[in-house]
């Protein structure tokens, strides 16, 4: 048991709540700008060496394996401030990103590179972010 | 099957990745400042009716329903823009936040208002936010 309600949401002890594939949901901005770079999921040994280290590290749902962000592209990203929210089910990494400063395996700086317009429930536009690099396969 | 890798990275076509839940994870921020608000999760009737309508529905996890986001506290959300991510399976909403402008029934402007310190992976501390309105239960 993680605690009442009142403990869990305003209290001081930290108890993340994983799901049942054991993941939490990481949300990352730019510690300078604020721009969301992506959003990614951890295990509990993800969280665990993030909150040690300073540095972000994932559990890749794709690969299946503990994921150090940036260890062969570069774009290490160093924590400024981790934070959870009121039901301790998500967290926020404010981040500085070293290398090129990007995030996106596409080659953009952030993940979110295209808008879904109002009303247009199928379709995508780009927003007029440019590649850093050309795309990782 | 929703496209190549490609067409679901680089192309024009929004089709979101739900998981065996059904749900999609939906990251708000609010518009004018960028702060991070709040992290949810949609159906596809309520991305649906988010892009229609140009207001934020979620699938409320704990209640079990469809949830129109001030419907009952007034801090409806009006979405400025809708993104998707590379590979589609998260939504960002940038949102004008009406009523008091909060968004954490907590009474927190933001559901982020505690962090983890560097190095203490069980302690949460505040970080100065204050309250909008007491907590709701």
Redesign the interface.
Known sequence: PRGTAQEI???????PKFDRDGLI?A?T?DAKT???L??AWMNAEA??RT??T?EAWYWSRSRNELWHKGETSGQVQT?I??????DQD???LKVDVAGDGGC???G?RS??????P????????A?GATKLHS?EH
């Open positions: 949401e305003e209290g001081t002890t930290f108890s949901t949300v901005t604020g721009e969301l992506m959003v969280l665990a909150v040690e300073g924590v401030e981790l934070r959870t929210d009121c998500t967290v926020w996106c395996h596409v953009y993940c979110f590179y295209r808008r879904v109002k009303g247009e429930p199928a379709k995508l536009e927003t795309h």
